[in-house]
């Protein structure tokens, strides 16, 4: 019994020992970071070709307007930015793209207002977009005055921005 109780009274004396002698220290882990809503994913085709085949230059104004087919598939609430960047732009236009041919224009229409599109790069903000959305244009040959046959052949860079 001596045994025991002198074995109880060594492990409260080590113990009282010990917690006196023993230091603590905390450490803080903080966790942060962002998540951010995945971008769009193009659904039509990342190159695309409007073609308005053989026109007789005296018949410019009745050609038809051809589409440009941009459409996105989004996630709920996103937000972007549209531009759109001609190669050359006819002097003191916004909306005037120089076709490749002396006085021959092509101009981009929104299917969605059928207003003219910016095509100096100017960017046009769309919010609370979601599901199938359609930023798709229309182009259209102007003769902005005296044409001759021949070949023509001109580009516009479309940017989208994720916001």
Known sequence: MKLRVSLAAALIAGMACTSANAATDTVTVNVSGTLTRPPCTLTSGKTLTVNFGTIRYDQIAAASMIDIPVTLNCPANTALSISVKASSVFQGSTTQAYAGKDNLAYLMYWNSDNSAVNVTGTKRNLTNLSGSVNLSMKAKLVALGA???????????ISIEYL
């Open 147 to 157: 044409t001759t046959e021949g070949s023509f052949s001109a580009s516009s860079i």
